[in-house]
């Protein structure tokens, strides 16, 4: 998951920061409203964490601007305050929830979860994709029930193909959802992880359910999503080899 934090106070943002990374979780930071919407216009996150007062303006201001960007990227704010129209107020801009400082940890990292999840179109905290399994609490992954061992790496590349399933994803956007543009190596290094997880889900399936578009990037597919790709194949040889 990457999420950007739009927080002006340095204490909370390092405080923040270091928690969602704990879990994982790569992090950028905004500390004004200007900053986070060239950042949102630039890049693709899962979520936003916003302050509602920014030093140049409102968190109101900056939800009404994406969304006239037509940027869809679902809002989490976080507030001092707690009174009801400001509340009210940000659910009508377009805000996806409201925290109130100070918050619970494990209050801020449920409520990430479930909106990302709802945005991505999963209602509960495990995904499933066929036989695959991904639990997101506990970072563990089944096959028809049984345990797959993955690398934390594997695991965030599953994570954001099952997030997007269907969906070609670039080597670069895997590149970004595992480092955040901090210390990233070679794009090749993409080609590798993706390889070592292949083979681990086509061991425990029987299937190959990540395909390759050759020049865009990667794609995990349903099963019969597969299968019918393979009979088609199947089919265009017989015919190639009639004719």
């Given at each position: 998951m990457r999420v950007l934090l739009v927080e002006d106070d340095p204490v909370s943002a390092r405080t923040i920061g270091l928690m969602l990374k704990s879990v994982q979780i790569i992090v950028d930071h905004a500390a004004s409203g200007d900053e986070a919407?060239?950042?949102?216009?630039?890049?693709?996150?899962?979520?936003?964490?916003?302050?509602?007062?920014?030093?140049?303006?409102?968190?109101?201001?900056?939800?009404?601007?994406?969304?006239?960007?037509?940027?869809?990227?679902?809002?989490?704010?976080?507030?001092?305050?707690?009174?009801?129209?400001?509340?009210?107020?940000?659910?009508?801009?377009?805000?996806?929830?409201?925290?109130?400082?100070?918050?619970?940890?494990?209050?801020?990292?449920?409520?990430?979860?479930?909106?990302?999840?709802?945005?991505?179109?999963?209602?509960?905290?495990?995904?499933?994709?066929?036989?695959?399994?991904?639990?997101?609490?506990?970072?563990?992954?089944?096959?028809?029930?049984?345990?797959?061992?993955?690398?934390?790496?594997?695991?965030?590349?599953l994570e954001l193909l099952m997030l997007r399933r269907g969906t070609v994803l670039s080597k670069e956007a895997f590149l970004n959802h595992l480092y955040g543009g901090i210390d990233e190596p070679e794009i090749k290094i993409i080609d590798v992880f993706v390889c070592k997880l292949r083979k681990k889900l086509a061991e425990a399936t029987g299937a190959q359910l990540i395909g390759t578009v050759w020049g865009r990037g990667y794609v995990l597919r349903e099963p019969h999503e597969v299968a019918s790709a393979t009979k088609g194949s199947e089919t265009t040889r017989v015919e190639a080899q009639a004719v």
């Open positions: 919407i060239d950042l949102v216009r630039t890049y693709d996150y899962d979520i936003v964490i916003l302050d509602f007062l920014l030093p140049d303006m409102k968190g109101a201001d900056v939800i009404r601007e994406m969304r006239r960007m037509k940027n869809a990227t679902p809002v989490l704010v976080l507030s001092g305050l707690s009174d009801q129209q400001t509340k009210v107020r940000s659910f009508e801009l377009g805000a996806d929830d409201y925290l109130v400082k100070p918050f619970d940890r494990e209050e801020l990292l449920a409520r990430l979860r479930a909106i990302v999840r709802r945005a991505k179109g999963f209602a509960e905290s495990t995904l499933r994709v066929g036989p695959i399994e991904l639990r997101l609490g506990a970072r563990e992954v089944f096959v028809n029930g049984r345990p797959v061992h993955l690398t934390g790496k594997e695991f965030s590349i």
